[in-house]
C-alpha cells in the first residue's frame, strides 16, 4: 500500500507560479512511477505529467509542455510539480498517481495509487 498526500495548492494570479509536493509513505516510493492528473469543475480527470522510478523519463501534456516541470526526490519520498507561467484553465483539483507502468502513466485507469488531491485556482 502507498499513501499519497498532495500539498501546494491555492489560490494564485495568471501568469504565476505554484509548487504542488506529494508525499509518499508505505511500500518503497523509489520503485513507483509517478503522475500528476488533474480535473477541473464538470470535467473528466486528465493527465499534467509523469516521471519514471529513476525520475530519467518525463512526459508531459501537450497543454502544460513547457511551463510544467515534474521532478522526484526519492530520498524524501516525495514528486513535486513546479508549475509556471499558470493560466485559468490551468484551475482544477491536482491528484498524484502511482503505478508500476511508465508507458500507460497518462492513463488514469492504469494507476495503483491516488491521493485525495488539492486545488488550485487560477484568477484572471
Known amino acids: 500500500q502507498v499513501h499519497l498526500v498532495e500539498s501546494g495548492g491555492g489560490l494564485v494570479q495568471a501568469g504565476g507560479s505554484l509548487r504542488l509536493s506529494c508525499a509518499a509513505s508505505g511500500r518503497t516510493f523509489s520503485s513507483y512511477d509517478m503522475s500528476w492528473f488533474r480535473q477541473a469543475p464538470g470535467k473528466e480527470r486528465e493527465f499534467v505529467a509523469s516521471i519514471s522510478w529513476s525520475g530519467g523519463v518525463t512526459f508531459y501534456a501537450d497543454s502544460v509542455k513547457g511551463r510544467f516541470t515534474i521532478s522526484r526526490n526519492n530520498a524524501k519520498d516525495t514528486v513535486y510539480l513546479q508549475m509556471n507561467s499558470l493560466k485559468p484553465e490551468d484551475t482544477a483539483v491536482y491528484y498524484c498517481?502511482?503505478?508500476?507502468?511508465?508507458?500507460?502513466?497518462?492513463?488514469?485507469?492504469?494507476?495503483?495509487?491516488w491521493g485525495k488531491g488539492t486545488l488550485v485556482t487560477v484568477s484572471s
Open positions: 498517481a502511482a503505478a508500476k507502468a511508465i508507458s500507460t502513466m497518462s492513463r488514469a485507469d492504469m494507476m495503483d495509487y
